[in-house]
């Protein structure tokens, strides 16, 4: 029931008085002096004293009274407010009495969440430890409100301010450290110089160390929102179990926005900029085929060979190829299994089940087959040399050190690192070879659903906005295939009919140039031809302004003359780009694949007498000039 008690006290001293209202006296007889609280005479003055009430709550355990006791209110209005909120609380089932602070709550929350992945239970530490702890750790757990976060956040701000100017002046003195080395090694062979130079390049460096002390990363709004999360979760179980808050206050808190990093492609204009500045335009990038082929035949030879193919062809994690096991690949139906992987906390490694979604079968193609069985061949070489000497160790994983060690998921990334230093390519990420596995099959038209299945998502969404990027060649495409389906009306004179004969076909398929030259003013000459300097096949002039008229004039001429000839148009290229760019305005080129309408029967396989020798396929190791990765 709510019945409070208002009153007013104050902090006024003087005499004392007993339980019959007579003067309380010191053993030496002089009246005792201490607070008169309730008896000041005062308290009738306004804005004397100050507003309090008490409460009796339900009894406890035990039928325990339990009464809230509050003051300093300046109104009675105040108070009274209070009090109602404290009673709808209690009502809730909140322990309205509890001292306990929010940093012993987050211990004890911690402490129950069992089930949790190491790596998150580890995340959710340091969120602890580092930042809500610090910032929170002090609150009662009752009295946590939305404005403790917000100021908790407005710290972590301010805080990055100072670790963003830390972080330039660690700069400047490792540019000093560098400038000051440099010096003293082109000081060689002159004898003071070279000693005044070494003692400013160890002064250099003992400033850069003394400088690099509590250096500390920035807090990117990624964190700060993985840091509410936590936070948030942690109100939610108390809410949920014992009704410890009134309300998930995390959830009314905002944070600045998240923008996911796109990846971007190394197209040839962004690594000439990372030539000459050494800037990445982006945190994730993305290798062209190009580039990826020229990184597998520039490690052809690395001891990892196949783990590299494995991470480019069929975009696993690493902790997942640290952990497979032999008993998990198949070479009869190709294909290997992914069932387990291993987290890195701290440097130390722990084997886990991976989630749910993550536990996948993933098929190999037949020369993905190969290189892993001249890697298993390879592999047992290695067991039989180094068992000699009593110093292989056993641990059945698909990948090992020479010596048969397991490899560590951090080690994999400095390896990979290295290796494309090395090769002279754009740096990548070794996680990006995920969205680059992911991009290569977008480009060989790869239904997005195989791709989640087989990276592991837990839907294709995640796939598609994450981990696919746009090659040049898909936008080339897209551009191509937009110009086929788009008619226009543009004016041509026929000079010479277009005659595609039998002799021009390849089978069913022939492929035709229409390439056009300007011929005075805004006159095009526009032919076809199979080749470069092949007899002409047709002729057509046309007046018009530029690539696109005369693009779109040869486009209308071939696809007139399919279109009465029975002829189908399979694919129409664009290869204006491939001309210097100070002749693309006088030159125009398009090509052309047509097709007859019907091809040989079906029934003609069957009739044959099979396929004649199968030609031996060329292995990407020795495709290309063999390169030594050091």
């Not at 000693?195 to 700060?224: F, W």
């Not at 002749?583 to 097709?595: G, N, S, Y």
Request: charged fraction near 30%; hydrophobic fraction near 35%.
């Amino acid at each position: 029931m709510y019945s409070p008690n208002f009153y007013r006290r104050c902090q006024c001293t003087g005499p004392l008085t007993d339980k019959a209202g007579n003067p309380a006296l010191n053993d030496d007889g002089t009246p005792k002096i201490g607070s008169i609280g309730l008896t000041c005479p005062k308290l009738g003055r306004k804005g004397h004293g100050s507003w309090a009430f008490t409460l009796e709550l339900e009894r406890g355990e035990n039928g325990k009274r339990q009464r809230v006791r509050l003051s300093g209110f300046p109104t009675k209005e105040k108070a009274e407010e209070k009090a109602k909120k404290v009673y709808k609380d209690a009502d809730r089932g909140t322990d309205v009495l509890s001292d306990e602070t929010m940093g012993d709550f987050l211990r004890r929350w911690i402490s129950t969440k069992k089930s949790l992945a190491r790596t998150t239970h580890h995340g959710y530490q340091e969120h602890i430890a580092l930042y809500l702890e610090p910032h929170l750790g002090h609150i009662k757990r009752r009295d946590l409100r939305v404005r403790h976060l917000d100021r908790m956040y407005d710290a972590i701000e301010k805080d990055n301010a100072e670790r963003v100017l830390h972080s330039l002046q660690v700069k400047e003195l490792t540019e000093a450290r560098d400038a000051a080395h440099t010096a003293w090694v082109r000081a060689a062979g002159i004898k003071e110089e070279r000693r005044r130079t070494r003692r400013e390049y160890l002064a250099a460096n003992k400033a850069l160390r003394e400088g690099r002390k509590g250096l500390r990363k920035v807090t990117s709004p990624a964190t700060m929102h993985r840091i509410n999360d936590t936070l948030s979760s942690a109100l939610s179980w108390g809410i949920k179990r014992e009704e410890a808050f009134t309300k998930n206050w995390a959830q009314f808190v905002e944070l600045p926005a998240v923008t996911r990093p796109k990846p971007l492609v190394w197209t040839p204009e962004r690594v000439e900029h990372w030539k000459k500045t050494g800037e990445k335009p982006g945190p994730v990038m993305v290798w062209t085929p190009e580039q990826t082929g020229q990184f597998l035949d520039f490690v052809q030879d690395d001891h990892l060979y196949s783990l590299w193919y494995t991470f480019i062809f069929s975009g696993p994690r690493r902790g997942e190829m640290c952990a497979l096991p032999w008993p998990e690949v198949s070479f009869d139906a190709l294909w290997l299994r992914i069932s387990a992987q291993i987290v890195e906390v701290a440097y130390r490694q722990y084997g886990e089940a991976p989630k749910a979604d993550s536990v996948r079968t993933n098929w190999l193609s037949l020369e993905h087959g190969e290189v892993l069985r001249l890697w298993r061949d390879q592999q047992q070489k290695e067991r039989e040399e180094w068992a000699g000497v009593d110093a292989w160790v056993e641990s059945d994983r698909v990948w090992t050190q020479e010596n048969g060690e397991p490899l560590h998921p951090d080690w994999v990334s400095r390896r990979f690192k290295r290796l494309v230093e090395l090769s002279g390519l754009p740096p990548v990420r070794l996680h990006d070879l995920r969205h680059i596995s992911a991009t290569l099959s977008l480009l060989a038209k790869i239904d997005i659903k195989v791709v989640q299945e087989r990276l592991g998502h837990s839907s294709r969404q995640i796939t598609s906005d994450t981990y696919t990027s746009v090659l040049p060649e898909m936008m080339r495409a897209e551009a191509e295939s937009t110009l086929s389906v788009v008619p226009r009306e543009v004016s041509y004179d026929v000079h010479r009919a277009l005659d595609i004969s039998d002799d021009v076909f390849q089978g069913d398929v022939a492929v035709i140039f229409a390439h056009g030259a300007r011929c005075t003013g805004n006159t095009w000459v526009i032919g076809a031809q199979t080749r470069p300097g092949s007899p002409l096949l047709g002729e057509i002039r046309t007046v018009g302004r530029g690539q696109e008229h005369a693009g779109n004039a040869a486009l209308k001429w071939i696809r007139d003359h399919c279109a009465s000839q029975g002829l189908e148009i399979l694919r129409i290229e664009n290869l204006n780009d491939q001309y210097p760019e100070d002749q693309r305005e006088h030159f125009a080129l398009l090509r052309f694949f047509i097709a007859r309408p019907e091809g040989p029967d079906i029934s003609e396989w069957g009739r044959s007498e099979g396929p004649g020798p199968r030609p031996s396929r060329p292995s990407r190791r020795s495709s290309r000039p063999s390169r030594k990765a050091a």
